[in-house]
């Protein structure tokens, strides 16, 4: 497989849902403000409404659309009247951004219009840093007037939502410099450049080292920003760079200030690279943080009490372990590096937290590892490790998954990268059924509106119908390979592709 087809599945991350209305009433629509449900993270929506029939070359049942880059990996998030997705510097909306960069582009909710890019130039001396074209993969989470994100060169950043047009707010004040190339002269920030309140470098100030991408959805909960390292291998695929460097670190949501970091140790077991993001959820009157492991773990952790007023971040405190992949190796594991039969497991997704369990996946890795990968239903009520005990059921599949699955009705839709997509039931673990769609799938499944949407790399949206038995209700030519996963916002369903954004909506 080719390194730049590598670097596509990043947007398997790539998934959004909106948040849950009480169940049995009229579900209004709402914004979509981050990756999936309101801290659990699951991937559905209470939109209704949504068109299940459009046709981008007619028009027909399109609100919308615009030009992005020409490589998207992203997730388009909706919040405050705002469309915000990264992707690359393919197609320059300012012409002083020559080449290649991280973009995160915001547009108006109502007609698409371009408001705001941020500009991101790439990581220096090594592409396995920051690898060629890729751009923002990470999707954005939104709080308020707040933009958070992880950019491609792992900075952890706050942002204002209103982009310059209202001035240069908050303690950070040298965006023309960091827009600008390293080494050359800052640039003057105008109306359509991003806004940074505070920046955290994962690098600098953690050691990190990310490798292909920084990908991180970010997890606000209470008064902290919790976000994913992409900490991994060097260039050589043999060894972690920095294995004592954190995979989830905690920052003041205030501030940027970093005031917890897990002190596990992940780092020298990582296959490959940290890319899943955290979730969270309330387990018999706590609230832990789940998060899933390069090293193919699943982690619950406590949130920190209060930020430390000064002196070294708090070691987040572990309430349980779970080993998804207990017969793979643990030691010296970059000896398996490109085995395809046999070798130990990562995790690339997020865990998702329902009704006292928590669903994550795990497996070989999809570039590197052993083609097998497991659906993993854990009691979350559990403490300690818990590999032996807290496993409810395993649901194994016969490919590689870095997709995070969907919930809803006593159902679990998740989908493989060989285009296979599996409805599962949540009480059980036994199959319902599955469904080939054509062309691999990177991406995850979103439920909304009693549909099953996912986007294909053959450039293909499947739309089947949720529920016990399967039913194809129809298959769209978006022209360009989908990377991302489909969001579901006040009515209209989003779909991005490597090149376009689009907004669709049932014509009155």
Same mark, same amino acid.
């Given at each position: ?76 998030i909706v919040s405050g009247g705002k469309v915000l997705i990264g992707t690359n510097n393919g197609h320059p909306r300012d012409p002083r951004h020559d080449g290649d960069r991280g973009v995160l582009m915001c ?13 991101? !130039? ?49 303690? *950070? ?50 008064? *902290? ?36 970091? $897990?002190?596990?140790?992940?780092? !020298? ?29 699943? *982690? ?7 930020? !430390? ?49 928590? *669903? ?64 599962? $039931? ?76 689009f907004a669709f909506r049932k014509s009155p």
């Amino acid at each position: 497989m080719s390194s730049l087809r590598r670097f596509l599945a990043l947007a398997a991350l790539g998934l959004a849902a909106s948040a849950a209305a009480a169940a049995g009433a009229p579900r209004p629509a709402s914004d979509q403000p981050q990756w999936g449900q309101r801290f659990t993270r699951n991937m559905v929506s209470d939109e209704t409404g949504l068109p299940d029939t459009f046709d981008p070359a007619t028009g027909a049942n399109v609100k919308w659309s615009v030009p992005l880059g020409d490589e998207t990996h992203s997730t388009p998030i909706v919040s405050g009247g705002k469309v915000l997705i990264g992707t690359n510097n393919g197609h320059p909306r300012d012409p002083r951004h020559d080449g290649d960069r991280g973009v995160l582009m915001c547009f108006d909710e109502k007609d698409g219009r371009f408001c705001w890019q941020l500009v991101v !130039p790439k990581r220096e001396k090594d592409r396995y840093l920051d690898w060629p074209n890729v751009g923002i993969v990470s999707p954005a989470t939104v709080e308020g007037d707040r933009v958070y994100l992880m950019s491609n060169r792992g900075e952890v950043m706050c942002l204002d939502l209103r982009g310059m047009e209202n001035g240069n707010d908050g303690p *950070y004040q040298d965006e023309g410099r960091h827009m600008a190339l390293r080494g050359g002269a800052p640039m003057e920030p105008s109306k359509t450049d991003a806004d940074i309140l505070w920046l955290y470098d994962t690098a600098a100030e953690a050691g990190c080292h990310q490798h292909d991408a920084a990908h991180c959805s970010i997890l606000l909960a209470g008064p *902290y920003v919790y976000a994913c390292t992409s900490n991994g291998v060097d260039n050589t695929h043999r060894r972690v760079a920095s294995p004592d460097a954190p995979s989830l670190v905690v920052l003041d949501k205030a501030t940027g200030r970093l005031a917890a970091r $897990d002190r596990e140790p992940i780092g !020298p077991r990582i296959i490959h690279s940290t890319w899943a993001s955290p979730s969270l959820g309330e387990v018999g009157g706590r609230t832990l943080v789940f998060f899933g492991g390069g090293d193919g773990v699943c *982690y619950a952790f406590e949130p920190p009490a209060a930020p !430390p007023a000064d002196g070294p971040a708090a070691a987040l405190k572990r309430m349980w372990r779970f080993d998804c992949d207990p017969s793979g190796p643990k030691e010296n594991i970059h000896q398996w590096q490109d085995n395809r039969r046999e070798g130990p497991s990562n995790i690339s997704s997020m865990p998702v937290f329902d009704n006292g369990r928590v *669903y994550a996946v795990a497996g070989g890795d999809l570039w590197h590892g052993k083609p097998r990968s497991w659906l993993k239903c854990i009691d979350a009520s559990k403490a300690g490790d818990i590999t032996q005990t807290g496993q409810v059921w395993s649901y194994e599949m016969p490919s590689h998954c870095i997709s995070t699955p969907s919930i809803r009705d006593g159902l679990i839709y998740i989908a493989d990268t060989t285009g296979t997509i599996h409805c599962v $039931d949540a009480a059980t673990g036994q199959p319902c059924w599955t469904h080939k769609a054509r062309g691999q799938t990177w991406g995850s499944t979103l439920v909304a509106d009693g549909k099953v949407y996912l986007g294909t790399r053959r450039g293909e949206l499947v739309i089947l119908a949720a529920g016990r038995e399967k039913r194809v209700i129809g298959t769209i030519d978006m022209k360009s390979p989908i990377s991302s996963t489909p969001t579901a916002a006040n009515g209209v369903l989003y779909i991005a592709t490597m090149n376009r954004l689009f907004a669709f909506r049932k014509s009155p």
